[in-house]
Nanobody
Framework: QVQLVESGGGLVQAGGSLRLSCTVSGSIFAISAMAWYRQGPGKQRELVATISSGGTTNYPSSVKGRFTISRDNAKNTVYLQMNSLKPEDTAVYYC???????????WGQGTQVTVSS
């Protein structure tokens, strides 16, 4: 059973920083593409960052230069470093895994990030 457990959310003032973590159970992590998504109040879920099994990263323009995704395969963990946070970054942030071997996808339970102005 694959489980994704996120942590690191919270309340921060605009301009501040937070680091989210997502730890994956099982041996699937190293052969998986990882991503972070978010869903703000009244909004659709949107992609925030992706990282391939080899470490290639991608970001939408809304967070590029402010957010950094990274992974530690030894710890089965993916991180999202968020700097220069804005009130519009307020959302529930979800960790996502896609197995490169089976195509199966898994989601974490989400962690709330609130940025006050």
């Amino acid at each position: 059973q694959v489980q994704l457990v996120e942590s690191g959310g919270g309340l921060v003032q605009a301009g501040g920083s937070l680091r989210l973590s997502c730890t994956v159970s099982g041996s699937i992590f190293a052969i998986s593409a990882m991503a972070w998504y978010r869903q703000g109040p009244g909004k659709q879920r949107e992609l925030v960052a992706t990282i391939s099994s080899g470490g290639t990263t991608n970001y939408p323009s809304s967070v590029k230069g402010r957010f950094t995704i990274s992974r530690d395969n030894a710890k089965n963990t993916v991180y999202l470093q968020m700097n220069s946070l804005k009130p519009e970054d307020t959302a529930v942030y979800y960790c996502h895994l896609r197995s490169l071997r089976t195509g199966a996808e898994y989601w974490g339970q989400g962690t709330q990030v609130t940025v006050s102005s």
